[in-house]
């Protein structure tokens, strides 16, 4: 997983831990919140900045883990990242209804914009042996910097034309042409 | 831009719908046709696959934070309500895991929807307003506060009342359409820090009574209505579609 490479298909610990939670093992779950909460929380923090927001993430993610279990199809996927789509999907959903919400409060985008979600950052603790980490180097600084805006941030299309003052078609081509390249590279 | 999910996509669309869609900016109704797609087209659904993989790595470089010690008692307690929920309506069950992006997703489906229901809102409140403080001028029951709870095509599909002696009820202005094995659950928010709260749980749109108790009750609260299961979201926070809300203001 570490190493950005797809992981390997076949019954890891966390595979079989979920296939146990299909069929009611709650201490299932719980090895699975052992061993990947704390880094949950961390992925969920770095989208949502706030941390009541990133724990309730985590919390409605793990009983959507556990209620979804049984749809969880290890030949479609590794465990893994069906777990973080599932936390992905969840923090962005928590994301953008407060984006929503929010009336005179600072927009979360704007809230502890920390540096650990800056796109150079985060290029550089990418493990040097990553395959994302070498494509994405291919690509020029910006246009690498769109994507991972849109990763780490959660950022919309719309929200990265903002950010960046540049037009939403150009940045949604720009992201698009990326992600062919990225793909190309990745094989 | 967006063909029928039912037709193959040539492989560079498809890896850059695919992406696209794991990054989370496919919006509106194409993020629908592209969770149709997840389900139906393996070559999709393998590429999709194949992105989370890949940009696991950098999931890798969150730096992880340590779970406050409640947290799995506060997943325990979720859990525990989808065990009962889940007995009382197995059909329920037969989500699928992708699906559970679009329970959420209709919300910020479109700029223009939530401009149009931003105006369609303000309109709406001042017309009910108006009508609603004549009415209730002669009733002599003469409410506080009142939200206009609004569906996301700006159909106002409620109204939340406060009164001076802190009862709060609601009132529907819609027919809406409960499935079997479920309910509406009416929230709060007023402080997002604290999350949004349950205020009542009703089998079909009427009239009722909203328990706020000891919570607190301001200007520019929000009120929404969601679908749950019949026994209540089992999570404790909204978990279905929500079907309307609105936000408070004060009686002039």
């Not at chain 2, 139906?40 to 730096?63: M, P, Q």
């Not at chain 2, 009415?135 to 106002?156: F, G, Y």
Request: proline content about 6%.
């Amino acid at each position: 997983m570490a190493t950005g490479a797809a992981p390997p298909r076949g019954m890891g610990e966390i595979e079989q831990a979920l296939l146990a939670c299909a069929s009611g093992d709650k201490s299932a779950l719980r090895r699975i919140y052992d061993a990947e909460s704390p880094r949950m929380l961390g992925v969920a923090q770095r989208l949502l900045k706030r941390r009541a927001l990133a724990e309730e993430a985590v919390q409605d993610a793990f009983v959507l883990i556990w209620r979804h279990a049984a749809r969880f199809d290890p030949e479609r996927g590794s465990g893994l990242t069906w777990i973080y789509a599932i936390l992905r999907n969840r923090s962005l959903s928590i994301l953008r209804d407060e984006r929503r919400t929010e009336t005179s409060d600072t927009p979360i985008a704007e809230e502890m914009a920390s540096e650990e979600d800056d796109p150079e950052t985060v290029m550089s603790k990418l493990s040097d042996a990553s395959a994302l980490r070498a494509c994405l180097e291919t690509l020029p600084p910006q246009r690498r910097s769109l994507v991972l805006l849109a990763f780490v941030q959660g950022l919309t299309h719309g929200e990265i034309a903002g950010r960046l003052k540049m037009p939403m078609g150009t940045v949604k081509s720009w992201i698009r042409r990326s992600l062919i390249s990225l793909k190309e590279c990745l094989g | 831009m967006s063909p029928s999910a039912d037709t193959a996509l040539p492989p560079p669309e498809r890896d850059a719908l695919a992406g696209e869609y794991v990054l989370g900016l496919i919006e509106g109704t194409e993020l629908a046709a592209a969770e149709h797609r997840h389900e139906r087209d393996r070559d999709f659904a393998a590429s999709v696959e194949a992105w989370r993989g890949h940009l696991a790595a950098i999931d890798a470089t969150a730096t992880p934070v340590t779970p406050p010690a409640d947290l799995w008692s506060r997943i325990e307690a979720g859990v525990a309500g989808v065990v009962a929920s889940a007995a009382a309506a197995p059909a329920a069950m037969s989500r699928a895991a992708p699906a559970v992006r679009s329970r959420f997703s209709d919300w910020w489906d479109s700029l223009f929807v939530w401009r149009g229901a931003a105006f369609a809102g303000a309109l709406a409140s001042l017309l009910l307003a108006i009508g609603l403080f004549g009415a209730l001028d002669r009733a002599k029951r003469q409410p506080v506060m009142v939200a206009v709870l609004l569906t996301d095509a700006s159909v106002a599909a409620a109204v939340v009342h406060t009164f001076a002696d802190g009862r709060v009820e609601m009132l529907p202005l819609q027919s809406i359409n409960v499935p079997e094995g479920k309910a509406l659950e009416i929230w709060t928010l007023w402080d997002r820090a604290v999350g949004p709260r349950s205020v009542g749980l009703i089998d079909s749109a009427r009239t009722t009574p909203l328990r706020l108790d000891n919570l607190p009750l301001g200007k520019d609260q929000l009120f929404e209505i969601t679908l749950e299961p019949a026994t209540g979201s089992p999570t404790g926070r909204p978990t279905g579609p929500i079907i309307a809300k609105g936000t408070t203001s004060q009686r002039l």
